[in-house]
């Protein structure tokens, strides 16, 4: 009797621990929007090392060269902290050409690699690398509480390209975003969202958390978006089963339209939380235009019996079509 007193009231206990992050917020908006992300952290991220030719026309690979690698981080050039873009090419241009120390992080090590500026023929000295700032890109909002402005965001972190670690942020920016063109996924090609992210597009939010489980902020969501959202009560993991549901996607323009796809299985433990369900597209109208999952749709918003219950994530490599989710109440315990 004792035994099952205790299973009782641990199950009571487990209760209380789950039920007051959702208690907060018990209804949230989704839209399904894309919007565009960009976190502040130090750094220029190397995308990929490239021949230039100078000011003969001579083909230079000076990055290349010099050690760099794809996946590099560059946080300080001729004794300068990099923290952009600009600030590499500002240093580059002073320096006029002499040898330049730079400092990247490598997979968490710091390594000091000599590089030979060269003069190109546009009169700009360049490394023949193409780089860009720390971390922007295009996702999905998954939800947004109109009484706290909270929100979150692709049910997983932004990692580092080159090591796969997840980017430490000094805060970040939520932008306005259209998607203008997308990359049909097919079996080992993964697909992909373009949207246009630029100087030009309108802060609608801040970002304060990137965490395994998502991006988290606070964000102020246009009236006529909140007009245009849907009032939907947050489930639990328990309220998740195996069957029909459907999630928000923007696939084109500003447009967000709804979804079929299937749970198709709830995996006991999995170690990772970004993989709580896998699922499986089945709307015909989305697998013609996409393929199924592509990216820039994590964070989509899977609803389940009139309950938000969790967001996409991941798509399976070799099947476009199936991929998995994140439950909704471990994104709100991050988040809290």
């Known amino acids: 009797m004792k035994f099952k007193k205790s299973l009782s009231f641990c199950a009571v206990f487990a209760l209380l621990m789950t039920t007051p992050v959702l208690a907060q917020t018990k209804e949230v908006l989704i839209t399904g929007r894309g919007i565009g992300i960009t976190l502040n952290s130090r750094g220029a991220i190397v995308s990929q090392t490239a021949e230039i030719d100078d000011s003969e026309n001579k083909p230079a690979s000076p990055a290349k060269d010099g050690g760099i ?17 600009n600030d590499l090419q500002k ?21 000091t690699l000599k590089l030979k500026p060269v003069l ?20 999905t909002m998954t939800y947004y509480d109109p009484k706290t ?12 390209s080159g090591s796969g670690a997840l980017v430490e942020i ?22 992909e969202l373009n949207g246009i992210l630029g100087e030009d597009s309108e802060k609608i939010g801040t970002v304060s958390k990137n965490t395994p489980c998502g991006v988290f902020g606070k964000m102020t ?16 993991k328990e309220d998740v089963r195996i069957g029909k549901a459907y999630i928000l996607a923007n696939i084109e323009d500003d447009k967000t339209e709804k979804f079929e796809i ?34 820039g749709m994590s964070g989509c918003p899977i609803v ?22 994140i439950f909704i109440e471990d994104m709100f315990k991050e988040a809290k």
């Open 304 to 325: 389940q019996d009139g309950r938000l219950v969790g967001a996409v994530t991941h798509v399976f490599v070799n099947d476009p079509t199936r991929g998995y989710g």
């Open 221 to 236: 969501l246009p009236e006529n978006e909140i007009d245009k959202a849907q009032s939907i009560k947050v489930g639990t």
């Open 149 to 160: 402005n909270d929100f979150g965001a692709l049910g997983h972190g932004i990692t580092d």
């Open 262 to 295: 299937e749970i198709s299985r709830i995996p006991v433990f999995t170690g990772d939380l970004t993989k709580g369900m896998e699922i499986k597209i089945t709307d015909k109208n989305l697998i013609d235009k996409t393929g199924g999952i592509v990216r």
């Open 170 to 191: 000094d805060g970040g920016e939520v932008l306005s975003s259209n998607i203008v063109s997308l990359e049909k996924g097919e079996k080992g090609k993964p697909g």
């Open 69 to 85: 690698e794809k996946g590099d981080i560059i946080v300080m050039a001729d004794g300068e902290e990099v923290n952009s873009v």
């Open 91 to 111: 240093i580059l241009q002073k320096n006029k050409g002499k040898d330049i120390f730079v400092k990247v992080n490598r997979g968490g090590a710091i390594i």
């Open 120 to 139: 190109s023929h546009d009169g700009e000295y360049r490394l023949g690398l193409w780089v860009k700032d720390s971390s922007a890109g295009i996702g």
